[in-house]
């Protein structure tokens, strides 16, 4: 598996929620509920600041 998970702030409610960069369905921000990405066939389009890289693979 070649990726990394990476640190996503929520635009939202500010919640910092770890996420797979090549994220194959849409994830949501545990908390309000906002879409933090979308699979884009790739690298999936972030919504929000990436805060930071947790794990490189």
């Known amino acids: 598996m070649a990726g990394n998970f990476t640190l996503v702030a929520c635009p939202d409610c500010e919640n910092e929620q770890v996420v797979f960069e090549k994220a194959a ?17 790739g690298k999936a389009d972030l919504e929000g600041e990436v805060v ?3 794990e490189a693979r």
């Open 25 to 41: 369905t849409s994830v949501a921000c545990a908390v309000c509920g906002h879409t933090l990405a979308h699979p884009s066939g």
């Open 52 to 54: 930071e890289t947790v």
